[in-house]
């Protein structure tokens, strides 16, 4: 499955962004999916995710109340709606796909083997 997020840009603190996922193949309506991150410098790190279903999801203690998680299997789409941005939250995201369908969401990035190509979410101070 092939997977292709966009929805980055440059915001203002304080402001909100919607991240979408789109997924090639049916295939994606039974995968967990996942958010992660990339600032400069830095290691990949875990944002959220969600089960196939939608129905468990994830978020990482740093964005919690602020960035939301959800998916529509009938579009092949993930989302992640991103409130009150802070200047720290500036990276690269990227949407990833877990095949395995496990019941225990995975947070490291080696969980997940189809990957789309980042989105730069800029946030100015």
């Known amino acids: 499955v092939q997977l292709q997020a966009s929805g980055g840009g440059l915001v203002q603190a304080g402001g909100s962004l919607r991240l979408s996922c789109a997924a090639s193949?049916?295939?994606?309506?039974?995968?967990?999916m996942g958010w992660f991150r990339q600032a400069p410098g830095k290691e990949r790190e875990f944002v959220a995710a969600?089960?196939?279903?939608?129905?468990?999801?994830s978020v990482a203690n740093s964005v919690k109340g602020r960035f939301t998680i959800s998916r529509d299997n009938d579009k092949n789409t993930g989302y992640l709606q991103m409130n009150s941005l802070k200047p720290e939250d500036t990276a690269v995201y990227y949407c990833?796909?877990?095949?395995?369908?496990?019941?225990?969401?995975?947070?490291?990035?080696?969980?997940?083997?189809?990957w789309g190509r980042g989105t730069l979410v800029t946030v100015s101070s």
């Open positions: 990833a796909a877990d095949p395995l369908n496990v019941v225990v969401l995975k947070t490291s990035p080696y969980g997940y083997a189809y």
């Open positions: 193949a049916r295939t994606f309506s039974r995968y967990n």
């Open positions: 969600i089960s196939w279903s939608g129905g468990s999801t």
